[in-house]
């Protein structure tokens, strides 16, 4: 069960965010273009499309990842998540090769797919993935930023990184080269869960704990425009866009 | 008498001898008893010199032995004054360990976060009061005492400080991960190192804790639980928040026996030790970051000195 949304932002004159919601796969992306007129809304909707192809082309592989049920340690599905993002980079970086205008285009993703009580994930970049337990919201993904860099550096403190002019450069991106590093993790999800994928549009104007509120306080349907608008107050400087996941009970 | 006047010694042997005659001066006769006397002076001199020679001698042996005892006693007290300065030295690295956990939350020190480095003198265990040759005097020993008292009061000072600091921050004690979360091999420090798969030189940001697999990690401090799953090459992931910036992450785990969200207390089992991951062999890869900063774990540890 989900529910997701995109908005322009107030800044900004078009989107070049993407997101996907398959609740068949119960596969969740949201991506965040970048680079030229047309290439960053081109790069994000080649990324969600690739990555939507790979897993449903996984489905019917011989050794389908949405299978058995499996601990969460022998998940394939990391590994199926990994290469539809590595394949979504080499289309865009084909695209970006064959049309000068979309040269240099790039992407961020992050990938959610559930299966049972596994949550996996798959991450290039800055927008994030945050599990809204009770209490808890934590942050699942690391940023791919040159702030997250200066900040395990120890050269700049988290609440200088809020500021920092650099906020939006980051250290990875799909699509930008060839091949990319693909980071992936896994968690056991427990009924009440939340997953919440966002880009950086949201994350850089909405505290974690109030994204943990909006989402325990609203309906899974509103949560999304409750995020959008908030940012949108407090600026809407990017693209904003939102998904909230939760695990359907078996 | 006049000094010419003289006697006539006449010898008469018994039988048909001459008879013999010794004209012998009177002056002569003072002169010899005179003489005699010194001599006699002489000898009474000497015989008393020796005869208290001989009494100090009977005394050698004894003085010799205290002699020998004294020594023996000052290298005793030259080992305690050794021993002193070595748990001195001890406290100053535990004191210096604690004064570290309070920068994690003190603004009004207006320092970075995190410990500061142990001093060099400290750090190797070998410092001016160690230090002792054989033959070393009262006047140097006394020198070394004043030092160390003044050193030992200046600890005195500083641990009451500590005590006071401590009494108003008991939560930040408890969330700073001061235990090891199992003990075992350290087979890899926090710093930079060469990496067990490519070779190359990459900061090492944790320690490695080796031992068998499924051996139990305990939390180090109090926290709540934020992560528990897989991270890519880091296999099973515990991510531990203490609180104060303070977060724990143990990496390669077989089994993780908490949830995300869960309070855990200083010492509950958490995981188990394990081989997942890029991991050549059963361990924990141990982080502490304060506000994103890994830290070397050890600064924390405070039950190894």
Known sequence: MSAGLTDVGRKRNHNEDSYLIDEELQLYVVADGMGGHAGGGTASRIAV????????????????????????????????LRTAVEKACAAIFKTAQEDPRLAGMGTTVITLCIKGENALFAHVGDSRAYLVRGDLIQQVSEDHSLVNEQIKA???????????????????????????????????????DFF??????????VEDKEIREIVSNHSLKDAPRKLIE????????????????????? | MSSNESFTLIVVPDRHAEVKRYHLRKVWLFQALAAVATVMLVGFVMAGHYFSV???????????????????????????LQHVGQTLDRVERFDQKLRAITLLSDPQRNLAMGPTEQQPLAANGDNQFIRSKDGEGLPVLAQKLDKLSAEATRQEQSLQELQAYFQDQKSLLASVPSVWPTRGWVTSDFGSRLDPYTSERVMHAGLDI??????????????????????????NVLVIDHGYGIKTRYGHLS??????????????????????????????????????????????ILDEW
């Open chain 1, 49 to 80: 499309e690739t990555i939507d192809q790979q897993m449903r082309g996984a489905k019917k592989a011989p050794e389908d990842p949405f299978g058995p049920e499996t601990p969460l340690q022998d998940s394939p599905l990391p590994e199926f």
């Open chain 1, 154 to 192: 120890g050269m700049i403190t988290p609440e200088e990184a809020k500021h920092s002019r650099y906020k939006n450069i980051i250290t990875r991106s799909v699509g930008f080269e060839e091949e990319v590093q693909v980071d992936v993790m896994g968690l056991v999800a427990l009924p009440g």
């Open chain 1, 196 to 205: 919440v994928l966002c880009s950086d549009g949201l994350a850089n104007l």
């Open chain 1, 230 to 250: 908030l940012a949108n107050e407090r600026g809407g400087d990017d693209n904003i866009t939102v998904i909230v996941a939760t695990m359907v009970a078996a």
């Open chain 2, 54 to 80: 001989v009494s100090e001698a009977h005394e050698n042996p004894a003085l010799r032995e205290e002699n020998l005892k004294l020594k023996s006693e000052l290298a005793v007290i030259r080992e305690q």
């Open chain 2, 210 to 235: 080796a031992g068998p697999h499924g051996k139990e990690i305990v939390a180090p401090a109090d926290g709540t639980v934020v992560f528990a799953g897989l991270e890519g090459g880091y296999g």
């Open chain 2, 255 to 300: 089994a993780i026996k908490v949830k995300a969200g869960e309070r855990v207390k200083r010492g509950d089992e958490v995981a188990a030790m394990g081989n997942t991951g890029r991991s050549t062999g059963p361990h924990v890869h141990y982080e502490v970051r304060v506000n994103g900063i890994a830290q070397n774990p050890r600064k924390f």
